[in-house]
């Protein structure tokens, strides 16, 4: 199989957002079953959310939200971009499998976990970090349109919000989602297939 064979996948996520979880380990069992590279990119749902109308509950998430990002965000300036994909599984295992309360001290383990330093975890406060952020927020959020979330995949040119699913598919049922998407995306005027969603996130 040479390069060209196989697809590239863009993937835009935010650490504390559960469905962009639950899709991420959803496109880590594509990679196995299918040739496919992904490239991995923070997003904001601080940021999506600015000036918007949420609910208490959800707002104190977000008043907490931009910590982790920044610090992905200062560990790929730091480290490269090969440091996305393992700082956000470290993360968001403790998030959300763990059930881990997004403090320092949690993300201090994420970091040390894949051999990055403990001091990265200061850049939680850092809103000198907020411009790049946004930036790489941009470059998937408006191929997909602001009235979404996350998570975000762009792949032959065309961006979607999603898959939204619980729980995870594994194997070749995980292939066969992802073929799906590669159809949808190939179909010229494809906007959208949605119901209302009746389980909660099944991180198993």
Same mark, same amino acid.
């Given at each position: 199989?040479?390069?060209?064979?196989? =697809?590239?996948?863009?993937?835009?996520?935010?650490?504390?957002?559960?469905?962009?979880?639950?899709?991420? $380990?959803?496109?880590?069992?594509?990679?196995?079953? %299918?040739?496919?590279?992904?490239?991995?990119?923070?997003?904001?749902?601080?940021?999506?959310?600015?000036? /918007?109308?949420?609910?208490?509950?959800?707002?104190?998430?977000? @008043?907490?939200?931009?910590?982790?990002? $920044?610090?992905?965000?200062?560990?790929?300036?730091?480290?490269?971009?090969?440091?996305?994909?393992?700082?956000?599984?470290?993360?968001?295992?403790?998030?959300?499998? =763990?059930? /881990?309360?997004?403090?320092?001290?949690?993300?201090?383990?994420?970091? %040390? @976990?894949?051999?990055?330093?403990?001091?990265?975890?200061?850049?939680?406060?850092? %809103?000198?970090?907020?411009?790049?952020?946004? /930036?790489?927020?941009?470059?998937?959020?408006?191929?997909?349109?602001?009235?979404? &979330?996350?998570?975000?995949?762009?792949?032959? &040119?065309?961006?979607?919000? &999603?898959?939204?699913?619980?729980?995870?598919? /594994?194997? @070749?049922?995980?292939? $066969?989602?992802?073929?799906?998407?590669?159809?949808?995306? &190939?179909?010229?005027?494809?906007?959208?297939?949605?119901?209302?969603?009746? %389980?909660?996130?099944?991180?198993?």
């Amino acid at each position: 199989m040479t390069v060209t064979d196989r =697809e590239r996948a863009d993937f835009w996520f935010d650490p504390l957002c559960p469905w962009a979880w639950i899709a991420s $380990r959803w496109m880590l069992e594509v990679r196995r079953v %299918r040739p496919v590279d992904v490239s991995w990119h923070v997003m904001s749902l601080a940021y999506l959310n600015e000036g /918007r109308e949420v609910d208490d509950e959800y707002r104190a998430l977000l @008043e907490t939200a931009w910590g982790p990002v $920044r610090v992905v965000t200062a560990a790929v300036a730091a480290h490269g971009e090969e440091v996305t994909e393992p700082l956000y599984s470290a993360l968001g295992t403790r998030f959300h499998n =763990e059930k /881990r309360p997004n403090e320092p001290e949690t993300i201090v383990e994420a970091l %040390r @976990e894949v051999g990055l330093p403990a001091s990265l975890a200061d850049a939680a406060g850092d %809103r000198a970090l907020d411009d790049a952020i946004r /930036r790489s927020h941009h470059a998937g959020m408006d191929q997909v349109g602001m009235d979404v &979330g996350t998570p975000v995949i762009s792949v032959k &040119g065309v961006a979607f919000f &999603g898959p939204v699913v619980s729980p995870i598919p /594994r194997g @070749e049922d995980a292939g $066969r989602l992802w073929d799906g998407v590669l159809a949808v995306a &190939g179909t010229d005027g494809f906007f959208e297939l949605k119901r209302t969603r009746t %389980r909660e996130p099944i991180f198993d």
